[in-house]
């Protein structure tokens, strides 16, 4: 069987769209920024959120977390983030991270969806596993 690749990935315009994206969530994120945040996620009982202790089932209960998270020790470092288009309304970013003080390696993974309204994370999971050994 043969698997054909589409010639539409990565399309450098909606690269660059949906690394802007990314990186406004990520400094939102780090700013405890909710209301960019909020903005950032599909308004929709369709979108998820697995975090690293919470499952979020629906644009609301997202919000809701959110709202009442802390809002300190959020600073962390990414690294190997790999952002892929597919077409023009579809795309995935996954990333790495580590907070400061903390030896465990956090996982990030977010489905992008083009709405009328922008980019918006339709699907994300965070998950947290222990530091390689060095």
């Known amino acids: 069987m043969s698997l054909d690749i589409p010639q539409d990935i990565n399309i450098?315009?909606?690269l660059v769209e949906v690394t802007a994206a990314f990186q406004r969530y990520e400094a939102a994120l780090v700013s405890n920024d909710v209301d960019t945040l909020d903005a950032l996620f599909w308004n929709s009982p369709h979108t998820l959120r697995y975090g690293a202790t919470e499952n979020l089932y629906g644009y609301a209960?997202?919000?809701?977390?959110?709202?009442?998270?802390p809002?300190?020790?959020?600073?962390?470092?990414?690294?190997?983030?790999?952002?892929?288009?597919?077409?023009?309304?579809?795309?995935?970013a996954n990333t790495e991270f580590q907070r400061v003080g903390n030896p465990r390696l956090g996982r990030q993974s977010q489905?992008?969806?083009?709405?009328?309204?922008?980019?918006k994370v339709v699907a994300a999971h965070v998950s947290l596993m222990d530091a390689p050994a060095s």
Do not use: C, E
């Open 111 to 119: 489905t992008w969806m083009r709405t009328p309204d922008g980019w």
């Open 61 to 69: 209960q997202i919000q809701a977390f959110r709202a009442g998270r």
């Open 12 to 14: 450098p315009d909606v």
């Open 71 to 92: 809002s300190k020790g959020l600073a962390r470092t990414i690294h190997n983030t790999v952002i892929t288009t597919y077409g023009r309304d579809f795309a995935t």
